[in-house]
Structures are given as structure tokens and as C-alpha cells.
Nanobody
């Protein structure tokens, strides 16, 4: 089992930056691929970014490419999502997720999820 706890959300203005953190416990973090997803009001959960266990491979949704950066610190069992140039359409609950195989973009491929953290971007 893997337990994931997100933090760092809040209310910000358009153009601001926010860094989300997700700390894992329960099994070897360095063996896990990690992903960030989000769910906006009235919408389905969507892929944001993913990172390989080593951090050497990352992949982003087109909607956040160039603005968001996913990274990880295996010594701290933590994955980060740096979000820059935030837009009102980035408003959502952000979730981190983990899987023991390689990176993936579908929510159904991740067995482990955090509780989510709200990010609200005002215009």
C-alpha cells in the first residue's frame, strides 16, 4: 500500500505561481512512477503530468506544457508540481497518484491516490 498526501493548494490570482507537494509513505517511493491529475467543477478527472521513478522522464498535458513542471525528490519521498502563469481554467482539485510500473496518463492506471488539494485561480 501507498499513502499519498498533497499540500500547497490555495486561492491565487491569474498569473501567479503555486507549488504543490505530494509526500508518499508505505513503500519504496523511488520505485514508483508518479502522476498529477485534476478535476475541475463539473468535469472528469484529467491528466496533468507524470514523472518516471528516476525523474528522467516527464510528460505533460498540452494544456499545461510550458507552464507546469513536475519533479521529484526521492530522498524526501516527495513529488512536486510547480505551476506558473496560472489561469482561471486551472481551477480544480489536484490529485497526485502513484503506480509501480512506468508512467501513464490514464487515471485508471494508477492504483494509489491522494485526497486532493484545491487550487482556485481568480481572474
Amino acid at each position: 500500500q501507498v499513502q499519498l498526501v498533497e499540500s500547497g493548494g490555495g486561492l491565487v490570482q491569474a498569473g501567479d505561481s503555486v507549488r504543490l507537494s505530494c509526500t508518499a509513505s508505505g513503500r519504496a517511493f523511488s520505485g514508483l512512477a508518479m502522476g498529477w491529475f485534476r478535476r475541475a467543477p463539473g468535469k472528469e478527472r484529467e491528466f496533468v503530468a507524470t514523472i518516471s521513478w528516476s525523474g528522467g522522464y516527464t510528460y505533460y498535458a498540452d494544456s499545461v506544457k510550458g507552464r507546469f513542471t513536475i519533479s521529484r525528490d526521492n530522498a524526501k519521498n516527495t513529488v512536486y508540481l510547480q505551476m506558473n502563469i496560472l489561469k482561471p481554467e486551472d481551477t480544480a482539485v489536484y490529485y497526485c497518484a502513484a503506480r509501480s510500473l512506468g508512467t501513464a496518463t490514464s487515471p485508471g492506471e494508477y492504483p494509489y491516490w491522494g485526497q486532493g488539494t484545491q487550487v482556485t485561480v481568480s481572474s
